[in-house]
């Protein structure tokens, strides 16, 4: 319980960071970059294991931007979340993301996402369940997603492993 206080403690000067950020930009934030904020309660696995814990309590933060892209990309992300991972320990991961908008629907805009990172956290008995995991807990992630997003409001479903997450976001500025 300690560390979501801690979790907390974090997001809320990040989230009015991020509010400040829409009017007053340093110079390397440039005039399209956004920042966002996430947050899924709990993740629904696709397999059942008696160790899965129910709540996960995800929390990210992420720069947005449509300078740093590849393969035709709209825009790029990078992000560190925090989290309890799928046997209740307390995990951090970074990643890089890049979004590619698909379609128009209900007022807003169809989005695929892929990010990659690396994840920490994952101790024993569980220290096994990620790719390269090593025996500081270190492992490899990939999480390929299909979101919506209108006036700074989103919503992703992504796949993690087994694990699904449901996922609602604000991104600051316009």
């Known amino acids: 319980m300690p560390h979501r206080l801690a979790c907390l403690a974090?997001?809320?000067?990040?989230?009015?960071?991020g509010a400040a950020a829409a009017d007053a930009r340093p110079g390397w934030f440039g005039q399209d970059d956004?920042?966002?904020?996430a947050y899924t309660p709990r993740v629904f696995h696709v397999t059942n294991n008696k160790d899965y814990v129910d709540w996960n309590h995800i929390v990210a933060v992420e720069f947005v931007t449509p300078r740093h892209v590849h393969w035709d990309a709209d825009?790029?992300?990078?992000?560190?979340?925090?989290?309890?991972?799928?046997?209740g320990q307390f995990s951090q991961t970074i990643y890089?993301?890049?979004?590619w908008d698909w379609k128009?629907?209900?007022?807003?805009?169809?989005?695929?996402?892929?990010?990659?990172?690396?994840?920490?956290?994952?101790?024993e008995p569980h220290e096994d369940r990620l790719p390269l995991n090593n025996a500081l807990g270190v492992g490899l992630?990939?999480?390929?997603?299909l979101g919506w997003e209108r006036d700074g409001l989103g919503f992703a479903l992504s796949l993690s492993g087994s694990a699904v997450a449901f996922r609602a976001?604000?991104?600051f500025g316009r």
């Open 10 to 17: 974090l997001v809320l000067p990040l989230l009015l960071l």
């Open 34 to 37: 956004r920042i966002r904020v």
């Open 75 to 87: 825009r790029s992300h990078f992000g560190a979340a925090v989290f309890d991972n799928s046997y």
């Open 96 to 99: 890089y993301g890049l979004e």
């Open 104 to 123: 128009p629907a209900w007022g807003g805009q169809l989005f695929w996402a892929v990010s990659a990172g690396i994840v920490h956290g994952y101790k």
């Open 141 to 145: 992630t990939v999480v390929p997603a």
């Open 169 to 171: 976001g604000w991104k």
